[in-house]
């Protein structure tokens, strides 16, 4: 829905809560009319039902307005004398309608002595549980966002099971699109695993003004540009799902290139402007390395100090298979190899692959090899290893899923570009070549009406040889950079699937612990509440925060006790 749709919207909801509510407004001694002047009708009913004039903010608050309306219906019934449970379900049920039957077809009396406090136990524990969820409701939307990490493509920086706060305030806050959705859940319920939200009704994009502007090599919260999954890291059907780009999965990478830049990667390295990209003293890229060991791979033969560390196999296949058209589509269906070497009569290869299909292809692994993912410094320690007779980092082969998914470039994940990363107001030449870095901006992301016939482009109709950008686009990638989905694979990350900026870490363990009391066991204590970015060692902040809640809890405690007394 545009601006225009949503303000039409709007004051059909004014006529309608003008003829469910003037004759109350006029036994309340008020003006009938007051009931329909937008805004000021709702000052007057929070005057009427003698709650502070300050919730009608939260009216006009996207998500937090769908808590505070079942909330406005009930305290309404309720200043004119309906107490009831059933009175209150009613109304619920009824969206709101209820209050017509109020209106119109009883001698409702206002109750101007009306008690606010209320008339159980557990109705004073509905209201305290209803506003503590507005109450982080407005937090998580607008300020604050717990956030877990779920995988290992920033691993030395970003830990899997590591718990962030991210802020949303340091990007400028983005006001929710989908208005009709479960406060504080993404995109499905817990537990249920249904959709937690309505695709319509939708509110055009808006962002509130940020402190600051994403800078290079940040680390960045945002919204998977290419996701098209029922729900975030659980579906694996396969099925297309459109979702809101407010709903798409959270995803946490480093912004390596911002709009303007001209990005390139060699052997693994960014390059941004033709200069190699200097990481923060925090950031360790990972590679994978090839091992090879004077004896066969073994508990021990194999290093100590990289147990830890990811690792796949090195096989060996027949040159006259690897070099088959039809049986490297099938190696692409079954996983994912790279060459690292050859002789006479077979090709080694290094990755994953399916063991069923490489008994079909007659592969078989090389015994005193192995691939491991690790630092430059774990590989320079591992080439001192007594029993290493090389160290040699994998440099993959050109791979026509990177973007932008074209064969003839010969790009792989380790060499491409340069590539422009485009800025708002910035114009490029649109031709068969450059249509493919932002034919999905043009159509996905801005929304236009793309169609090509031969040479010609044809935008919204109107045939075109360039395009001007309406937003800032980021180039997003992990760390690990052999073990991360980016936008190597799905391209440019718009500014309005931007979530946040990770501030602080405020919980961390191993989230892939055999059981929970391991996972207890595994408690990095050192890296709670620490900060994401910034130089040098992180600092955990972790007694102070202990301390804090300490005092706090002392001070509720005898405050509790003054009470009573």
């Known amino acids: 829905m545009t601006f225009i749709q949503w303000f039409l919207f709007f004051l059909v909801l004014q006529i309608i809560h003008f003829f469910g509510t003037w004759k109350l407004y006029k036994k309340a001694g008020r003006k009938s009319w007051e009931a329909l002047v937008p805004i000021y009708n709702a000052i007057i009913l929070m005057h009427i039902i003698k709650r502070p004039k300050w919730w009608v903010l939260l009216l006009f608050i996207p998500v937090v307005n769908l808590l505070m309306f079942p909330i406005l219906w009930i305290e309404t019934i309720r200043t004119f004398g309906f107490y009831k449970k059933i009175d209150s379900l ?167 290139g911002i709009a303007g830049d001209s990005l390139e990667m060699r052997n693994g390295y960014i390059y941004i402007n033709g200069k ?98 690790m ?13 290493t007779i090389s160290v040699k980092k994998i440099n993959h082969d050109a791979d026509e899923a990177i973007f932008p998914h074209v064969k003839e470039l010969g790009w792989s994940q380790d060499n491409f570009g340069p590539i422009y990363i485009p800025k708002k107001g910035a ?56 073990n991360s989905l980016d936008a190597r694979y799905w391209g440019y990350v718009p500014f309005d699937h931007v979530l946040g900026k990770p501030v602080m870490i405020w919980f961390s363990w191993d989230a892939n612990a055999a059981s929970f009391s391991e996972k207890i066991k595994s408690i990095r204590w050192n890296r709670m509440f620490t900060t994401v970015h910034g130089d040098g060692e992180p600092v955990s902040y972790r007694y102070f925060v202990f301390i804090l809640i300490g005092i706090y809890s002392i001070w509720s405690f005898t405050k509790g006790k003054k009470r009573k007394k």
């Open 427 to 482: 114009t490029v030449t649109l031709n068969s070549k450059s249509l493919p870095f932002y034919e999905q901006i043009i159509k996905n992301y801005e929304h236009n009406d793309l169609m090509v016939n031969g040479d010609d482009i044809f935008i919204n109709g109107q045939k075109v040889s360039s395009y001007t950008f309406q937003q800032d686009y980021y180039y997003l990638i992990g760390d690990n950079r052999h």
């Open 375 to 387: 630092t430059s410094e774990e590989a320079a320690r591992l080439k001192k290893y007594p029993l």
């Open 90 to 256: 009613l109304v619920i049920g009824t969206l709101g309608f209820y209050i017509y039957y109020v209106n119109y077809a009883t001698d409702a009396t206002y109750n101007s002595e009306r008690s606010l406090k209320p008339r159980s136990e557990f109705g004073e524990w509905v209201s305290s549980i209803t506003f503590a969820i507005i109450a982080a409701t407005l937090v998580h939307t607008y300020f604050m966002q717990p956030f877990t990490i779920p995988t290992s493509s920033l691993e030395k920086s970003l830990l899997v099971g590591d718990y962030l706060f991210v802020s949303k305030f340091h990007y400028g806050a983005r006001v929710p699109s989908t208005v009709i959705a479960a406060p504080m859940v993404h995109d499905s319920l817990p537990f249920t695993g249904s959709k937690s939200y309505l695709q319509s009704p939708q509110l055009p994009y808006t962002r509130l003004p940020g402190l600051q502007k994403i800078k290079n090599n940040d680390i960045v919260c945002f919204n998977w540009p290419a996701d098209s999954l029922a729900t975030m890291w659980g579906d694996t059907s396969g099925k297309f799902t459109y979702k809101p780009f407010d709903k798409k999965t959270n995803y946490v990478k480093r912004s390596v």
């Open 276 to 373: 190699k990209n200097t990481l923060p003293y925090r950031a360790k890229l990972q590679f994978y390395y090839t091992f090879e060991c004077k004896e066969p791979i073994s508990q021990s033969s194999f290093p100590k100090f990289l147990l830890s560390k990811e690792r796949t196999g090195v096989y060996r296949i027949l040159s006259e298979y690897w070099n088959n058209k039809k049986v490297q589509e099938a190696i692409k269906e079954n996983g994912s190899l790279t060459k690292i070497g050859e002789d006479s009569l077979y090709t080694e290869v290094a990755g994953g692959i399916n063991p069923q299909f490489a008994q079909r292809l007659k592969m078989s692994n090389v015994e005193n090899k192995i691939n491991i993912n």
